[in-house]
Nanobody
Framework: QVQLVESGGGLVQAGGSLRLSCAAS????????MGWYRQASGKQRELVAS???????NYADSVKGRFTISSDNAKNTVYLQMNSLKPEDTAVYYC?????????????WGQGTQVTVSS
């Protein structure tokens, strides 16, 4: 099992910045990727950014150039630095971890943290 605890959400004005953190605990040794998803009111959850254990990153087109995902493997923590925030970035942000054990993939979610960007 893997437990994920997010922090860092809040209210910010358009153009501002926030940094989200997600600390993983439990069976973290077999995690091969972590990421951030978001879900705005009335919309489906969507991928924001992901990072593999080797450091490969992937971003949604809507956040490229503004958001940066990084990880500290020693702390089992992944970060999402969000700059130049827009009102459309308002959503609940969820941390995600993917763990593969003997060809079976397990997916874990954090509880979510609210990000609100005012215009």
């Amino acid at each position: 099992q893997v437990q994920l605890v997010e922090s860092g959400g809040g209210l910010v004005q358009a153009g501002g910045s926030l940094r989200l953190s997600c600390a993983a605990s439990g069976s973290t040794g077999s995690i091969n990727a972590m990421g951030w998803y978001r879900q705005a009111s009335g919309k489906q959850r969507e991928l924001v950014a992901s990072i593999t254990g080797r450091g490969s990153t992937n971003y949604a087109d809507s956040v490229k150039g503004r958001f940066t995902i990084s990880s500290d493997n020693a702390k089992n923590t992944v970060y999402l630095q969000m700059n130049s925030l827009k009102p459309e970035d308002t959503a609940v942000y969820y941390c995600n971890a993917r763990r593969i054990v003997i060809s079976t993939t397990y997916t874990y979610w954090g509880q979510g943290t609210q990000v609100t960007v005012s215009s």
